[in-house]
């Protein structure tokens, strides 16, 4: 079993900036794959960005891509998410997800990919 506790979520203005973490516990983190998603209200949930288990190779949803920079630190079995330039549109619950995979493929993209999930922190931007 993964536990993942997100943390770092909060009411913001537009063009602000936050960063996300996620800390993990109960298995090898560098055995696993990290991702982001995140569902804003109305909406299914959504992929943000995937980092593989060595964090040397990341994947965005390409909406964000620029915008937001996913990286892991492995010593500390944390996942990140710096979101810069913040818009209303990004207001969402964010979840950390964790796979344990070393190949990913368009599936990667998909919520069902993954095992394990975290609770989620709340972005609020305000405009």
């Known amino acids: 079993q993964v536990q993942l506790v997100e943390s770092g979520g909060g009411l913001v203005q537009t063009g602000d900036s936050l960063r996300l973490s996620c800390a993990a516990s109960?298995?090898?983190?560098?055995?696993?794959?990290m991702a982001w998603f995140r569902q804003r209200p109305g909406k299914e949930r959504e992929f943000v960005a995937l980092?593989?288990?060595?964090?040397?190779?990341?994947y965005y949803a390409d909406s964000l891509k620029g915008r937001f920079t996913i990286s892991r630190d492995n010593a500390k079995n944390t996942v990140y998410l710096q979101a810069n330039s913040l818009k209303p549109e990004d207001t969402a619950n964010y979840y950390c997800?964790?796979?344990?995979?070393?190949?990913?493929?368009?599936?990667?993209?998909?919520?069902?990919?993954?095992?394990?999930w975290g609770q989620g922190t709340q972005v609020i931007v305000s405009s």
């Open positions: 980092i593989s288990r060595s964090g040397g190779t990341t």
């Open positions: 997800a964790a796979k344990e995979a070393s190949t990913y493929s368009t599936d990667s993209y998909e919520t069902a990919w993954y095992d394990y």
């Open positions: 109960g298995r090898t983190f560098s055995n696993f794959a």
